[in-house]
């Protein structure tokens, strides 16, 4: 198994779109890239905590390799739309790729590369790639939060 993590906009959204993929094995929603330990939803919402909502996944790369997961997290949310996707405004909202080993990070930039050299946007490409720091599992309720409540996607 190996792990991928994405901050798209609001976690709920981004997490049901992964888990439709095969060869991804299991997903959480949770926090990342901030300074406070173990925040809540209520702080990181606050914009106070420095954290981003991601998706921590962990996949199969026999099944499916982290280009195929890069190719999703781009046609999933706007990349060039800094701290903000659709309604949800802050930068717990801000497109961010953690990677997790030197690999993942070549692969990450040289695919921000392409995409940017594509013309697919007319605006430069915000997304920001770092290095994967703690992950700090979201509250229970909002793990699959779209899944349970017999929701498709997050905004109309």
């Not at 190996?2 to 959480?28: D, H, M, P, S, Y």
């Not at 420095?50 to 190719?71: F, R, T």
């Not at 999703?72 to 990677?99: A, C, K, M």
Request: glycine letters at 8%.
């Amino acid at each position: 198994m190996k792990k991928a993590t994405f901050g798209a906009g609001c976690f709920w959204g981004i997490e049901a779109t992964f888990r439709q993929l095969v060869g991804v094995i299991n997903t959480a929603v949770g926090y990342e890239g901030g300074s406070a330990k173990f925040p809540t939803y209520q702080e990181v919402c606050q914009g106070m905590t420095g954290h981003a909502e991601v998706v921590e996944i962990q996949y199969d790369p026999s099944q499916v390799n982290y280009e195929k997961l890069l190719d999703v997290f781009w046609r999933s949310h706007d990349p060039t739309t800094l701290n903000r996707q659709g309604p949800d405004i802050g930068e717990q909202y801000r497109s961010v790729i953690f990677f997790h080993d030197f690999n993942q990070e070549s692969i990450a930039k040289e695919s921000k590369k392409r995409l940017e050299v594509s013309g697919q946007f007319v605006q430069p490409i915000v997304t920001e790639i770092v290095c994967a720091s703690e992950f700090y599992r979201a509250e229970e309720y909002h793990q699959r939060y779209l899944e349970k409540n017999g929701l498709v996607r997050c905004h109309k």
